[in-house]
């Protein structure tokens, strides 16, 4: 999973792809690799939304990571199964994703990446961002009560 507004580094998306074939071929598909933004380029007040975020959705979920949004993120196609029938369709996805392996039993690495400014497209929540808050709030709650596909606790290690 990678956004296109090239805030993220190609080589950072070779050492997503590279960590999860080595875990692969030790023979474990529970894994979800994901990148944690320890390089950010943006601007300080886009830091701290986003470190707010990932406390308040560590906080609601009961999950643990660093960087929530950190990007890319590569898992095996199975962690898809253990999702509910209707994923978020914001980017709360990235949230979901996280939460629905730690609840599944999956190991969740996170791997340094440099975040770049964004160089392409525009925003398309800048003008709204209190709007854009709340709702997500609203939609961690909604993961939560969703929970996790019960196929989920068939899939192997």
Same mark, same amino acid.
């Given at each position: 999973m990678l956004r296109g507004d090239l805030q993220y580094d190609v080589n950072d998306l $070779?050492?997503? /792809?590279s960590r999860l074939v080595t875990v692969f071929q030790a023979g474990? &598909? +529970? +894994? !979800?690799?994901?990148?944690? #933004?320890? &390089?950010? =380029? $943006?601007?300080? *007040?886009?830091? =701290?939304?986003s470190a707010v975020y990932t406390f308040i959705t560590n !906080?609601? =979920?009961s999950i643990n990571v660093k960087d929530v949004n950190? !990007?890319?993120k590569g898992?095996?196609?199975s962690l898809t199964i253990a999702l509910p029938d209707n994923p978020m369709q914001t980017f709360? =996805? $990235?949230a979901q994703l996280v939460y629905t392996a730690q609840r599944a039993g999956w190991t969740i690495e996170e791997i340094p990446v440099t975040f %770049?400014? #964004? #160089?392409?497209?525009? *925003? *398309?929540w800048s003008g709204k961002r209190i709007q854009t808050y709340l709702r997500s709030i %609203?939609? !961690?709650? *909604? /993961?939560r009560r969703a929970g996790v596909n019960a196929a989920a606790t068939s899939v192997k290690k």
């Open positions: $070779d050492k997503v /792809v474990n &598909t +529970t +894994t !979800l690799v994901k990148g944690r #933004r320890r &390089t950010r =380029l $943006d601007n300080p *007040s886009m830091q =701290l939304v !906080l609601i =979920l950190g !990007l890319p898992f095996h196609k709360v =996805l $990235d %770049h400014a #964004r #160089r392409a497209g525009i *925003s *398309s %609203h939609q !961690l709650f *909604s /993961v």
